[in-house]
């Protein structure tokens, strides 16, 4: 199983950027899909999750400004950051929650990390 994430990049306040994961590979089930961001000398942590009825959840720092969506045909899901802030500068990291078989537990995988910076 891999997520392969993309998009990010370097965007001014006020800005937008989208970010896209898309997971691959055989799996059993594929549950809550989210994202997550790491900024320097801090600890990882929750931006959103999409589980795979659709229901949302947010950090507070991002509520109204960033929305998370995905696409179960396609394996992947989608943050679209709208109204982006020097704060919200870090190393974005794609997660799932997947049962690999029929066999398993759900298991957390991680795709790589996708940088995004605001800056002026």
């Known amino acids: 199983v891999q997520l392969q994430a993309s998009g990010g990049g370097l965007v001014q306040p006020g800005g937008s950027l989208s970010l896209s994961c898309a997971a691959s590979?055989?799996?059993?089930?594929?549950?809550?899909m989210g994202w997550y961001r790491q900024a320097p000398g801090k600890q990882r942590e929750l931006v959103a999750t999409?589980?795979?009825?659709?229901?949302?959840n947010y950090a507070d720092s991002v509520k109204g400004r960033f929305t998370i969506s995905r696409d179960n045909a396609k394996n992947t899901v989608y943050l679209q950051m709208n109204s982006l802030k020097f704060e919200d500068t870090a190393v974005y990291y794609c997660?799932?929650?997947?049962?690999?078989?029929?066999?398993?537990?759900?298991?957390?995988?991680w795709g790589q990390g996708t940088q995004v910076t605001v800056s002026s």
């Open positions: 590979g055989s799996f059993f089930s594929l549950n809550a």
């Open positions: 999409v589980t795979s009825g659709g229901r949302t």
């Open positions: 997660n799932a929650l997947l049962i690999p078989t029929a066999w398993d537990t759900v298991r957390r995988y």
